[in-house]
T-cell receptor, first 110, second 113 residues
Framework: AQRVTQPEKLLSVFKGAPVELKCNYS??????LFWYVQYSRQRLQLLLR??SRESIKGFTADLNKGETSFHLKKPFAQEEDSAMYYC????????????FGQGTRLTINP | SQTIHQWPATLVQPVGSPLSLECTVE??????LYWYRQAAGRGLQLLFY??????ISSEVPQNLSASRPQDRQFILSSKKLLLSDSGFYLC????????????FGQGTRLTVV
């Protein structure tokens, strides 16, 4: 089965504090993992993907196959990071299903 | 450039009435198409996806169905709506290639009364 779990529905941190949004997945094949973000009154959009190993808006995420995790991290939170964050999973070879987690609403307090 | 259109933006329908939500993609061919329902506390639930014309995979048994009559058109339907069908419905597309980004429509807020 293809499943994504985000254990925290809500996360609140102060500006300047580190942020970590947790994501665990279940997939028998080689996964492709993503983080999507939805800012207020905007469409859901891609934040980053594991294959790129990039940092977007200060966020990074490392795929840990041993722990089947893909946690999203940022060392210093900013107020504009407040949004809904979704972790997503698809298969790598010919599998077209794209599954999302339950989402985490991140609030950055001033 | 590619764009995705989803309509209507909001819809209020009585219980027992039919439903038809439409999604079209422009600027690409043979996209993978998806219908999701976004609900508070339940996240983004995959309802249907399609890798080609007439090919529909259903993820959640329910009162809804999907069709893909044309390459870039994806329709979500119901013959008789239930109160529990209320929610926010999102259409999305990808190229189907590895590590491809998904692009989302603006969504439809459906209220069944």
């Amino acid at each position: 089965a293809q499943r994504v779990t985000q254990p925290e529905k809500l996360l609140s941190v102060f500006k300047g504090a580190p942020v970590e949004l947790k994501c665990n997945y279940s997939y028998s094949g080689s996964p492709e993992l993503f983080w999507y973000v939805q800012y207020s009154r905007q469409r859901l959009q891609l934040l980053l993907r594991h294959i790129s190993r990039e940092s977007i808006k200060g966020f990074t995420a490392d795929l840990n196959k041993g722990e089947t995790s893909f946690h999203l991290k940022k060392p210093f939170a900013q107020e504009e990071d407040s949004a809904m964050y979704y972790c997503a999973l698809s298969g790598r070879w010919g599998a077209q299903k794209l599954v999302f987690g339950q989402g985490t609403r991140l609030t950055i307090n001033p | 450039s590619q764009t995705i259109h989803q309509w209507p933006a909001t819809l209020v329908q009585p219980v027992g009435s039919p439903l038809s939500l439409e999604c079209t993609v422009e600027g690409t061919s043979n996209p993978n198409l998806y219908w999701y329902r976004q609900a508070a506390g339940r996240g983004l639930q995959l309802l249907f996806y399609s890798v080609g014309i007439g090919q529909i995979s259903s993820e959640v048994p329910q009162n809804l169905s999907a069709s893909r009559p044309q390459d870039r058109q994806f329709i979500l339907s119901s013959k008789k709506l239930l109160l529990s069908d209320s929610g926010f419905y999102l259409c999305a597309w990808t190229t189907g290639l590895q590590n491809t980004e998904a692009f989302f429509g603006q969504g439809t807020r459906l209220t069944v009364v």
